[in-house]
């Protein structure tokens, strides 16, 4: 299987809810990070988490890390309707920027 | 944050036309930029490295025959796909390392359709 591969969710909820997706990856890493894509455009970077970080905060933004079960979840608090969008984690085995991206998830927060 | 511009945002062409993509960084230098071939709501999948001053590195299975990269400045990465068939259709995305080399900053993308 791929690295950084995400549970395939199509999370539809309601403004102020929060949103909880899940990454899993089969390699060791150096990091993880989380992006987003709106429809039809490049990816945006929301969060990075390093293998001996087990926890971040950014904003609205929770990711955490286990290494030991090779999975991350990226939380997504207070939903706002502008977060709909497809959400990558992505793995850097080596730590030069070649990434391995999941599958994604997509997320429509109904206003 | 750094700004990396891609063009075109849309292409219509003819089979066995060629067709080259531009990925540029805006206020930074990029000694390495990477594209990737994205498929409707499927992943990212990386084609190759672009190296500046240097052939690119391709991944398993991309044809670099077929998809020619130039890095031939810090600042610009170009990628042609030569002789396009409708198979090569996709939406293909470029992106770059940031000044601390820990995060990607992606241009908007390109989304290529063949005839």
């Known amino acids: 299987s791929q690295q950084g591969e995400e549970d395939p969710q199509a999370l539809s909820i309601q403004e102020g809810e929060n949103a909880t997706m899940n990454c899993s990856y089969k390699?060791?890493?150096?990091?993880l990070q989380w992006y987003r894509q709106n429809s039809g455009r490049g990816l945006v970077h929301l969060i990075l988490i390093r293998s001996n970080e087990r926890e971040k905060h950014s904003g609205r933004l929770r990711v955490t890390l286990d290494t030991s079960k090779k999975s991350s979840s990226l939380l997504i608090t207070a939903s706002r309707a502008a977060d709909t969008a497809s959400y990558f984690c992505?793995?850097?085995?080596?730590?030069?920027?070649?990434?391995?991206f999941g599958k994604g998830n997509q997320v429509v927060v109904i206003p | 944050g750094a700004v990396v511009s891609q063009h075109p945002s849309r292409v219509i062409c003819k089979s066995g036309t060629s067709v080259k993509i531009e990925c540029r960084s805006l206020?930074?230098?990029?000694?390495?930029m990477f594209w990737y071939r994205q498929f409707p709501k499927q992943s990212l999948m990386l084609m190759a490295t672009?190296?500046?001053?240097?052939?690119?590195?391709?991944e398993q299975g991309v044809e670099k025959d077929k998809f020619l990269i130039n890095h031939a400045s810090l600042t610009l990465s170009t990628l042609t796909v030569t002789s396009a068939h409708p198979e090569d259709s996709s939406f293909y995305i470029c992106?770059?390392?940031?000044?601390?080399?820990?995060?990607?900053?992606f241009g908007s993308g390109t989304q290529l359709s063949v005839l």
């Open positions: 992505a793995t850097d085995a080596g730590g030069n920027n070649r990434l391995a």
């Open positions: 390699t060791s890493i150096n990091n």
């Open positions: 992106s770059a390392p940031g000044a601390t080399n820990e995060k990607l900053f």
């Open positions: 672009s190296n500046e001053g240097s052939k690119a590195t391709y």
């Open positions: 206020d930074f230098q990029a000694t390495t």
